[in-house]
Every structure is written in C-alpha cells, then in structure tokens.
C-alpha cells in the first residue's frame, strides 16, 4: 500500500462513516478496485478510530456534561437537571450490549461478505432513509396537530435497545451504520436532532470495541502497511471526518438524509450487475 492509496482510504473513510453511504463497504469496494485485498480489516478499523476522534472533538461538550452527570449521579448529587444526560447513558448502555451480542453473531456468520452482498446493501441502506424520513415527516404533521409527542431530547432504556439492534446489525459490509440508527431513532419517535447525535454517540463504544478486537492482527497490518502510510491515511479521516460529520448533521436536521438513496440506488445496481 502507497502512501497515496492510505490517502484516498482514508479520504473516503472520513467522508463516508458519517455519511448515511456505509464506509466499511466503500473501502471493500476501493480496496478491490485498487488491488489492495491483501490490508487486513485492522486496517480499516484503525482508520474508524480516526474518526471516531472527529466525533469526540465535536461532540466535547455533550460528552462532558454526560461524564459531569455521571460524577454527580454516583455522588448522589444528581438533580432534574441530570435527567437527560443520565436517560442517555442508559441508551448508549443498553445500545452497546445490543450491538456487541448481534455485531459478534453476524460477523461470524457474515465475515467481510461478498462483494455482491456489498452492493445489495447499498441498495437496502437507500430503502431505509426514504422510509425513515417518510415515517418522520408523518411523525411531524401529526405533532402540529397533536396527535403525537416526539421523544426530543429524551432517550432511554427502549430507544437504546431498538438503536442498538440496528447498530448490530450495521455490521453488514455495505449497510450503513450511521443510516440504520438514524432511521431506527426517527422509526422510535425521536427527533432529528436528538437522533443524529445519539447514533455518534452510540458509535464511541462500538468502534472502540471492534478495535480492540481485531489488535490480533497487530502484526500484520504493520507488516502490509507502511507506518507513514497509516498515519496519513488516519489523519486524513480525522479531518474530512470531522467536516462531513457537521454537514451530515445539518442535513439531518432539514430532512434531507433520503436524498443519498439517489446515489446508493444506481451504485447498488451497477455492482450487482457489473461487478
């Protein structure tokens, strides 16, 4: 692998972990077109802790206030204030163990998957945000008329748990993560803003806990990967990471997350016929 090619992967990683378009199945997709099946999956799960950095630099302050509460809580200090910060942790736990039992069943039974199974999950990941921004759209017009309480800020042991499931499923090469837990959160009631930023969250434990299972393969990767390489491929993912994490954000908030189905679409069909 070239320094350049690190580039490119890591570009595309930053771009694409936040992006509703499944990062882990555009670096299988690239790294078969470059001829670069030979970086193990280490490789890419370094580069998701890259961004993974981007999400706890951007989300500082929500963080801390999440660790203030928790100091407090164990303190017996807490108040109503801490409410929302402490509903969240139980979100993000009940999340993780969900995640961590699914993830680990269809990584064993799935693995990497095929190249086809990439594509048909492009397409799957285009289905799930038209229905999802759908659903939420109904969900709105139904608030205005007061037909429906939107869960806003507000998540708990259910939201964690339906989340979660769809984290664990986001394993699948080519299902995006990001896509399947914001389309699971707005499916629960929860508002847009409130369920972009919990999906990033919830991604904080599960990154991590991939990471620490593929050191395995510690040795390889140094031995398949110039270490100027990876560096620059990881620095290039934290910065157009943290970029496209704010755009992705601002779409989410306007609604518009179903517009990626007008390029997952015909991406997904072209690779199941071509590729």
């Known amino acids: 692998m070239t320094i350049l090619d690190a580039a ?3 570009l595309l990683q930053g771009i694409a972990e936040f ?3 499944s990062s882990s199945g555009h670096l299988s997709v690239a790294k078969r077109i470059f001829g670069l099946s030979e970086v193990p999956l280490l490789f890419d799960v ?3 802790v890259a961004t993974l950095a981007a999400v706890v630099l951007f989300f500082r302050k929500r963080i801390w206030a999440i660790l203030v509460s928790l100091y407090r ?3 017996h200090k807490s108040d109503a204030s801490d409410a929302g910060n402490l509903g969240l942790t139980v979100a993000v736990l009940a999340g993780t163990v969900c995640t ?3 993830g680990v069943v269809l990584s064993k039974l799935v693995g990497e998957g095929s190249i086809k199974l990439v594509f048909a999950c492009f397409i ?3 289905i799930l945000l038209v229905v999802s921004e759908k659903m939420a759209r109904r969900r709105a017009l139904a608030q205005v008329s007061g037909t429906v309480v939107l869960v806003k800020g507000r998540l708990g042991l259910r939201e964690g748990i339906l989340v979660g499931i769809a984290q664990g499923i986001g394993v699948l090469p080519g299902l995006s993560r990001s896509g399947v ?5 707005l499916a629960a009631g929860v508002d847009r803003e409130a369920a972009g930023e919990f999906s990033f969250l919830l991604s904080i434990p599960a990154i991590l806990g991939a990471f620490i299972l593929e050191l395995k393969d510690a040795d390889t990767l140094m031995t398949s990967v110039n270490p100027l390489a990876l560096v620059v491929g990881c620095a290039i993912a934290f910065v157009s990471g943290f970029f496209a994490l704010h755009f992705l954000l601002r ?3 306007r609604g518009k997350l179903s517009w990626f189905a007008v390029y997952l679409v015909p991406l997904g069909i072209w690779g199941l016929l071509f590729l």
């Open 124 to 126: 799957a990941t285009a």
């Open 181 to 185: 837990t914001i389309s699971a959160s």
């Open 251 to 253: 779409l989410i908030k």
């Open 8 to 10: 490119l992967l890591g």
């Open 73 to 75: 809580w164990i303190a």
């Open 46 to 48: 370094v580069l998701h």
């Open 19 to 21: 992006l509703p378009i």
């Open 100 to 102: 961590g039992v699914i």
